[in-house]
C-alpha cells in the first residue's frame, strides 16, 4: 500500500528540502560561508520557486491515484 505513493513521498520529501533550503531554513551545502552565500545566490531563488511546486504535485498526483484507485488509502 505504502509502496504505490512511494515516487510521490520522495517528491515530497525533495519539495520540503528545496522550499526549506531555499528559504534558508536549512543550511546551504559547504562550511564556507562565503560559498554558501554563493550557493544561496545562483540556486536559492530556483529553489523557491521549485519546492513548492515540487509540494503541490505530490500532492496531486497522490490525491489522483488515490482517487482512481477506488478511494482507499
Do not use: H
Amino acid at each position: 500500500m505504502l509502496a504505490t505513493y512511494i515516487d510521490e513521498i520522495i517528491m515530497f520529501c525533495v519539495g520540503v528540502w528545496a522550499t526549506a533550503t531555499g528559504f534558508g531554513y536549512l543550511p546551504m551545502p559547504g562550511k564556507d560561508p562565503l560559498a554558501q552565500q554563493q550557493w544561496r545566490a545562483r540556486f536559492g531563488t530556483m529553489l523557491k520557486w521549485i519546492g513548492p511546486a515540487l509540494l503541490v504535485i505530490s500532492v496531486v498526483l497522490a490525491v489522483s491515484k488515490n482517487a482512481s484507485a477506488g478511494g482507499d488509502i
